[in-house]
């Protein structure tokens, strides 16, 4: 596992104001919607893209005397996610309504966990390139319900609601104001992201709201922070404000940003920041303001009736701490312990888990660094430039550990190894099938490959002389053998008999 002291935290992110500079003050609460078939509390499908209302059960729509029944796949899911980023599991938590009235809210109230969260304290180690770690505090996750969706662009004169995701399953995983930048924020996001995905506990699909931020900004001046951190007294920190529902990575950055230089130039100006919810423009590229920010008391809280405590047993628990899959930064540490992969080789292949799969099958029995430079330069390179995902590879992991072999031993060149790429990507089949059938093997025939090298030599005289004053030049006999025999000829034999035959 990576031991995060081995790091050095990256220095906060400093903006020059018109009288002073400034640093950055950042927090974040990432809703994602748990991986399950069924809701939180109905067994109504969480399918997305069906038809409007068509995933509602009774109690997602607030019909009276319908309760809720806890789903504890869900509950396993938040579990889950609290293991992967070591935080304290909570054995009693508990659920609590948050009121308030919106068009699809049809409750007129939220189920979330305000008091008694699932999941504690955690922490995040956020990488920010060779030897530059952020760690990030999780303050705490909990569970609770989403919300449906309004449309308002389908009539000129009306809204629609769709409760489809009414009921949904949300972790809402909350952080300590530890994050000094823009780019470290979409860090952690994507960090968060990547570890669910391993964990299989949420999709991390932002496009489709599955994965989503509230973004909490403020400004200080320097060494305020630091105040902060001995005491723990938020009044050496600015007054914060908070930009609704980002659920784009470049879009977090940019209103980070935007809303920095606000709140800079408010102050400069002698003016004052007022907390409140704002949303992010992405046409203008500015924040506006939503509403004025919510204390706790807005929303009238208070244990929900119908629910009894959430009570797990630490047993339960284990039991799914023991079915935890490797997860990135353990698996990146690994490739680079055991392969000889580089940090960067090993974090590439591990960004996503469905590569990091692709790559073990590849390298299984096979040489690391071979495995890991077909499949980023090749395979990569070619799905990027496809814009195709590695689970819709036409090349599968067997086929190109099936290259790789192929060029281990002897049979084919590296060139060679190039050709059967491209025809396993355009029509499939065996690689060593294709090679036999297509007359692919590379010339290790000593004799027919000197006797090639033999003729290119005689052939040229001039160049003879050029090599032999200038042995680097020795390079194009060995290009000229390699075209008379349309690249079949062992690079490396061919290499020693030049250097023999031209004395160098």
């Known amino acids: ?27 974040l609460e990432v809703h994602a919607q748990v991986s399950s078939r ?134 809402e995983i909350v952080s300590r104001p530890d994050i000094r930048g823009p780019e470290e924020a979409a860090a952690y996001v994507a960090k968060l992201r990547q570890i669910m995905r391993y964990l299989g506990t949420c999709d991390g699909n932002m496009q489709n709201g599955n994965l989503r931020a509230d973004v909490n900004v403020s400004v200080c001046k320097p060494g305020a922070y630091e105040r902060y ?47 409140e919810t704002r949303l ?29 405590p959430l009570e797990i047993e630490q047993a339960w628990v284990d039991d799914i701490a023991t079915l935890m899959p490797e997860l990135p930064d353990e698996k990146k540490a690994r490739f680079v312990k055991e392969l000889g992969l580089s940090e960067y080789d090993a974090g590439v292949l591990t960004a996503e888990v469905e590569n990091a799969d692709y790559f073990e099958a590849v390298a299984a029995g096979r040489d690391g660094k071979m495995a890991a430079n077909w499949v980023i330069n090749e395979l990569f390179g070619r799905l990027n430039k496809e814009g195709l995902s590695v689970a819709a590879s036409p090349v599968s992991a067997a086929q190109l550990g099936g290259v790789i072999d192929l060029i281990a031993k002897g049979d084919i060149s590296g060139k060679i190894a190039k050709d059967l790429f491209e025809i396993l990507w355009t029509e499939g089949g065996d690689p ?40 680097k030049l020795a390079g194009w006999f060995v290009g000229q053998v390699l075209k008379a025999t349309g690249g079949k000829a062992n690079p490396a034999a061919v290499n020693e008999l030049v250097a023999k035959k031209l004395g160098l």
């Open 432 to 471: 060593a099938a294709i090679v036999e059938a297509r007359g692919m093997k590379q010339v290790t025939d000593l004799g027919a490959i000197e006797a090639a090298v033999n003729e290119i030599i005689a052939g040229n005289p001039a160049q003879v002389e050029k090599a032999k004053a200038n042995p």
């Open 1 to 27: 596992m990576l031991d995060h002291l081995s790091y050095a935290e990256p220095q906060p992110k400093v903006i020059q104001g018109a009288k002073s500079d400034w640093e950055l003050v950042i927090g």
């Open 38 to 171: 069924a809701k939180l509390f109905s067994g109504a499908s969480t399918e997305f893209g069906s038809e409007p209302n068509s995933n509602v059960a009774f109690v997602d729509a607030g019909m009276p005397g319908m309760l809720p029944v806890i789903n504890e796949f869900c509950v396993a899911q938040a579990v889950r996610t609290g293991l992967g980023l070591k935080a304290a599991i909570n054995l009693r938590s508990a659920f609590d309504r948050k009121n308030y009235f919106y068009p699809d809210l049809p409750q007129g109230y939220q189920i979330s966990q305000l008091y008694y969260p699932i999941v504690g304290e955690g922490e995040v180690i956020v990488d920010m390139g060779p030897g530059v770690a952020r760690r990030v505090r999780i303050e705490r996750i909990h569970l609770e319900q989403d919300a449906g969706k309004s449309i308002h662009d389908m009539d000129p004169t009306m809204s629609f609601v769709d409760l489809n995701r009414t009921g949904v399953a949300l972790m």
């Open 280 to 308: 992010y423009d992405p046409d203008k590229g500015e924040t506006r303001s939503m509403r004025s920010k919510e204390e706790a008391h807005d929303y009238r809280y208070f244990p929900d009736p119908d629910l009894l």
């Open 229 to 275: 951190q001995a005491t723990g007294d938020f009044s050496h920190l600015g007054t914060r404000c908070e930009i609704k529902n980002m659920n784009s990575l470049r879009f977090i950055q940019a209103a980070i940003e935007y809303e920095a230089r606000r709140q800079i130039a408010i102050i400069e100006d002698g003016g004052t920041i007022v907390q």
